[in-house]
Nanobody, 128 residues
Framework: QVQLVESGGGLVQPGGSLRLSCTAS????????IGWFRQAPGKEREGVSCISSSDSDGSIYYADSVKGRFTIARDNAKKTVYLEMNSLKPEDTAVYYC???????????????????WGQGTQVTVSS
C-alpha cells in the first residue's frame, strides 16, 4: 500500500526555520517524483517545490515565492524527502502536503493536478 506521511510542522516566529519530512512506504522512493504543496485557509492549493526521480535528470523546481528560502532534498535510503524552510514569513502559514506522481512519470511539476499519491498534511504556522 502506497503511503506518504508528512511531519515537522509547527508554530514558528517570523524569520525562523522548520524542516518538513515526507516519508514514503509501500514503494521505492528513488523512482518517484515528489512535490510539496500548501493550502492556506480560503486559498487554492499551490505548488511549493518538487524534485524529480533519482533515475531521471533529478530536476528541482521552486515557486517564486519561496526561491532562496526553501530547499528540497531527498534521502532515498531513508525513503524521505525533506523541505527545509528558512526565513519564514506569516504568508507561509498553511497546511503543507507532499505528493507523489505515478511511477511512469519521472519528472516533477508544480501542478497539483498530476499527482497521484497524497499525504495527510502538516500544519505550519508563522506568527509572533
Amino acid at each position: 500500500q502506497v503511503q506518504l506521511v508528512e511531519s515537522g510542522g509547527g508554530l514558528v516566529q517570523p524569520g525562523g526555520s522548520l524542516r518538513l519530512s515526507c516519508t514514503a512506504s509501500g514503494f521505492t522512493l528513488d523512482y518517484y517524483a515528489i512535490g510539496w504543496f500548501r493550502q492556506a485557509p480560503g486559498k487554492e492549493r499551490e505548488g511549493v517545490s518538487c524534485i524529480s526521480s533519482s533515475d531521471s535528470d533529478g530536476s528541482i523546481y521552486y515557486a517564486d515565492s519561496v526561491k532562496g528560502r526553501f530547499t528540497i532534498a531527498r534521502d532515498n535510503a531513508k525513503k524521505t524527502v525533506y523541505l527545509e524552510m528558512n526565513s519564514l514569513k506569516p504568508e507561509d502559514t498553511a497546511v503543507y502536503y507532499c505528493a507523489g506522481r505515478a511511477a511512469f512519470y519521472r519528472l516533477c511539476t508544480l501542478s497539483n493536478r498530476v499527482y497521484h499519491y497524497w499525504g495527510q498534511g502538516t500544519q505550519v504556522t508563522v506568527s509572533s
